[in-house]
Nanobody, 124 residues
Framework: QVQLVESGGGLVQAGGSLRLSCAAS??????????MGWYRQAPGKQRELVAT???????NYADSGKGRFTISRDNVKNTVYLQMNNLKPEDTAVYYC????????????????WGKGTLVTVSS
């Protein structure tokens, strides 16, 4: 019912920057999204939290990204962004967008959705 489309991934050298975007869309009107966030999964590792943002603007970051990553969101556009600066080779992973607590007009509330991911590769 809800599609999350990520963009902005790619290949960058260590120390470089990337900005990821994730837009949520649905056949029904999206009334609210409680939390939007980014997770990542490196080869051979489990998916891990990168950063989250609530609809009220509270943010949470994994220690690995503090001081380098900034999450922001546009509640009108149902879009979340992740600005990543000073990237390191260990940031290489597939980055997934998550929308938690999605309420649609005339449909179920509080659903959780994932995007298909965008690959970020940081070369040394």
């Amino acid at each position: 019912q809800v599609q999350l489309v990520e963009s902005g991934g790619g290949l960058v050298q260590a120390g470089g920057s990337l900005r990821l975007s994730c837009a949520a869309s649905a056949s029904r009107r999206i009334l609210s999204i409680n939390v939007m966030g980014w997770y990542r999964q490196a080869p051979g590792k489990q998916r891990e939290l990168v950063a989250t943002s609530t609809s009220e603007g509270s943010t949470n970051y994994a220690d690995s990204g503090k001081g380098r990553f900034t999450i922001s969101r546009d509640n009108v556009k149902n879009t979340v962004y992740l600005q990543m600066n000073n990237l390191k080779p260990e940031d290489t992973a597939v980055y997934y967008c998550n929308a938690d607590g999605v309420t649609l007009l005339g449909a179920g509330a509080g659903m959780d959705y994932w995007g298909k991911g965008t690959l970020v590769t940081v070369s040394s």
